[in-house]
Structures are given as structure tokens and as C-alpha cells.
């Protein structure tokens, strides 16, 4: 079986636990306009500007091969991570994957948005160890026009997860884009909806401009957001710790 991707990134460090190898699929149901990896929101298998080629269809068993490579810096935390694109959107692949991975004990995490069908999120519920799950816009007719996001699925898919994982392997990420997902209204749903789950933990951070040549080899517009002052982050970070008593709050820097 081969699953679609456009890189494996060998020793990172904010991709989950520990060390991890972290394996980008293709394809996306979001449109999110700070997203870092547009080569990653279509399915399709894109060649740049520059001649680059944007995607490749890789077996299984070749990734594994590639992450094992790793293995000696994984210990008992660290381990592999499928992003995206949106991960769960291959979740036949991925589940395939993790069963080759966990035969090799090795620890199995996921960057999501959670914008893919409930079936698909239940085929990955019981084979992967850690999840990290984005929370971005959560008004629904700007999450709809703005990003094509479903916030019914969204919170359909939140619901399952928080019932059927452990709180201790879900953190909640949070990118703040100037005007969008950092605005008032949204910031007063996001700590509602974080006091409501009281998750264990959550990052936040300001979007940053590091897949700009990616947008430009491609022929993609390029949106550029004003920073989020590190005083405006802590700020946030500490009405977050104000209302979730129980959560780790940590503010990414990027």
C-alpha cells in the first residue's frame, strides 16, 4: 500500500514527545491562509516554479523503513508523527503505518485539524499514542467562508476524541493569525471551549512567514500576518491558566 507525501523530516523537536521523524501526506480540506505547507493542501501531486515536485505516492513499508533510521534518538518519549495536509484524511494509510511502527515499538503521533469524516477518526483512535489537535476559528459561518471549515464536524470529532483518549495524550494547538483567529470574539470562544474540555495540555503561537517560497514557487497567494507581541501572547496564555486551572499552557516561539 502506498501512501501520498511530500517530505519525511528526520530529528524534530515540536512535532510531539521527544525526538520525532515526521511524515507530511497530502491533502486538505481547509484553506487556512497562513498555512506553512500549501504544497500539502492539494491531493494532487504539484510541480513549482522552480521544477520541484510537490508530492510522491511511497510505500508503506519504505516509510518505515526511512523512520527506523531514527530509531536511536526516539528513547522512550520520541517516535513518529504524520502531518499534513490533514493526516486523518489518509486514515487507511496511516493506520497501516502505525500498526508497522508499533511492531517495531515505536510511538505513533498526529498533527489534525479534525476536518475529516468520523470514520476516519475512529480507525486511528486506538492505534496512535499522542494527538495534537488544532484549534482555530470557532464562529461557523467565519470558520465556512474564511477557512471552508465545518465547525459541526469539528466539534463532533473533538467530542469523540475527548471521550475515548486520555486527556494526558491530546494537546490542543492554537495558531493565532492577527485578525482572525486573534480577535476578541474568537479569543472569548477559544478560552470558552478550552475551560469547557480542561485539556492537560495546549500551545499557542503566532503564525509565522516560513512557507512564503513555498507559496511562490507555486503560484499561490501569499497572505502575510503582523506578529502577535510576546506581551499579547502572555497575556492570553494567562487568562487560558486562569480558567483551566488543570492545563500546561506553553507559548510556542517559531
Request: proline share 2%; hydrophobic share 35%; net charge negative.
Amino acid at each position: 500500500m502506498n501512501m501520498r507525501l511530500t517530505a519525511i523530516q528526520r530529528f524534530c523537536l515540536h512535532d510531539g514527545p521527544g525526538i520525532r521523524t515526521t511524515v507530511f501526506l497530502k491533502g486538505c480540506a481547509l484553506r487556512c491562509p497562513w498555512c506553512s505547507n500549501p504544497e500539502n493542501i492539494s491531493y494532487e501531486i504539484l510541480t513549482g516554479k522552480s521544477n520541484t515536485v510537490y508530492g510522491t505516492d511511497m510505500d508503506i513499508d519504505e516509510v518505515v523503513r526511512i523512520c527506523l533510521k531514527d530509531r536511536v534518538y526516539y528513547e522512550e518519549n520520541g517516535g513518529v508523527t504524520v502531518s499534513g495536509g490533514e493526516a486523518l484524511l489518509q486514515a487507511d494509510e496511516v493506520a497501516v503505518l502505525f500498526d508497522k511502527l508499533h511492531s517495531e515499538n515505536i510511538g505513533c503521533c498526529i498533527e489534525t485539524s479534525l476536518m475529516a469524516p468520523v470514520d476516519n477518526l475512529n480507525k486511528l483512535i486506538d492505534k496512535t499514542d499522542y494527538w495534537f489537535v488544532d484549534m482555530k476559528l470557532l464562529d461557523a459561518a467565519k470558520a465556512g467562508s474564511i477557512l471552508n471549515g465545518d465547525t459541526c464536524l469539528y466539534d463532533t470529532n473533538l467530542d469523540i476524541l475527548f471521550k475515548k483518549v486520555s486527556k494526558e495524550k491530546i494537546c490542543i494547538r492554537i495558531p493565532l493569525a492577527a485578525g482572525i483567529t486573534y480577535t476578541k470574539e474568537n479569543i472569548m470562544l477559544l478560552e470558552n471551549k478550552l475551560s469547557e474540555l480542561n485539556p492537560y495540555r495546549c500551545e499557542i503561537f503566532s503564525v509565522h512567514d516560513l512557507g512564503r517560497k513555498k507559496y511562490e514557487d507555486l503560484d499561490m497567494e501569499f497572505t502575510e500576518f503582523e506578529k502577535i507581541e510576546e506581551s499579547e501572547l502572555r497575556a492570553f496564555a494567562d487568562r487560558l491558566s486562569n480558567r483551566c486551572k488543570d492545563t500546561e499552557i506553553e507559548i510556542l516561539r517559531i
